[in-house]
């Protein structure tokens, strides 16, 4: 008998449609993925100045694993990026130059919440618009962190609204800042979530691609974790507006091209490999069981 892997695993990469380098990256990872038969997904950005590239690549691959990275806060050093909705359906959320706050924390501060949900929700739809077939939901920099509650209520009602499971923190996050209610309300309504979400990391200087996986495999905990990676190709583009974490975000490109080491990484740890994608499904079938 084959025990259940009580350590589930999903892969995906953040920030698709910020840059034309990520988009790059996103696009050989993904592919990747699907060719080695470990899926690998992405959340796009809808603010962000190539998200239309990023949308039609999602459109002409159905099968990827693709949800909405809600965006309240600027872009890049160098790139700025401005609501969905205009000024005066969300005024809280435009800084006074114009542009999204600097901080998530300084939008939660200026905004009220029934106006982050209507930017949010209008992301969203534009997603849909463009032929994307919305896997999940998450948060892009100090959405969440910043304001757990507040997060909890706006993509709870967003998760049920358009019937999609939701990145979450660990609950233990929301204890600490007294909002485990907010968490455990999420969950009563239905809506599937992560129980914890974490970077991917990066390769030590004697570590193959495969030691690794099974490195982090190894100290994933019991649950499903959303490791989340911000892969992005080389480029004058990222050196310009990224020079102190161009390196890293390279890094990170390339390990997720050495995804075809996760399968047999996953099996000797008796990891399971997970989609938002399956895991949406379950959810509008009612189901509380994960894949």
Request: hydrophobic fraction near 40%; aromatic fraction near 8%; glycine fraction near 8%.
């Amino acid at each position: 008998m084959v025990a259940t892997p009580a350590k589930r695993l999903i892969i995906t990469c953040d920030e698709f449609g910020e840059t034309h380098s990520a988009n790059l990256a996103v696009f050989a990872a993904v592919e990747q993925g699907l060719n080695a038969g470990c899926p690998i997904g992405a959340t796009l950005q809808m603010p962000g100045p190539w998200a239309s590239e990023a949308a039609a690549f999602a459109a002409a691959h159905p099968e990827s694993d693709v949800g909405v990275h809600l965006t309240i806060e600027c872009g890049l050093r160098g790139m700025k990026f401005r609501p969905i909705c205009g000024r005066t359906e969300v005024p809280g959320l435009y800084a006074p130059d114009g542009y999204m706050w600097a901080s998530a924390a300084l939008a939660w501060q200026h905004s009220p919440e029934d106006q982050i949900y209507r930017e949010c929700r209008a992301q969203i739809e534009a997603a849909l618009e463009l032929g994307v077939d919305v896997s999940h939901l998450d948060g892009h920099g100090g959405f969440q962190g910043s304001n757990p509650a507040g997060y909890a209520r706006v993509c709870g009602g967003l998760a049920e609204e358009f019937a999609l499971p939701v990145r979450l923190q660990a609950r233990s996050r929301y204890e600490q800042v007294g909002a485990a209610a907010e968490w455990d309300r999420i969950r009563a309504k239905g809506i599937h979530t992560s129980d914890r979400c974490e970077d991917l990391g990066y390769r030590k200087a004697d570590e193959s691609y495969k030691q690794f996986y099974l490195r982090r495999l190894q100290e994933l905990p019991a649950g499903l974790t959303d490791v989340y990676a911000h892969p992005c190709a080389d480029s004058q583009e990222l050196r310009a507006l990224q020079p102190e974490r161009a390196e890293g975000r390279i890094e990170q490109r390339d390990l997720l091209l050495y995804v075809r080491e996760l399968p047999e990484a996953l099996a000797e740890v008796n990891v399971q490999l997970c989609s938002w994608r399956a895991i949406r499904e379950l959810q509008r079938s009612g189901s509380r069981a994960r894949p």
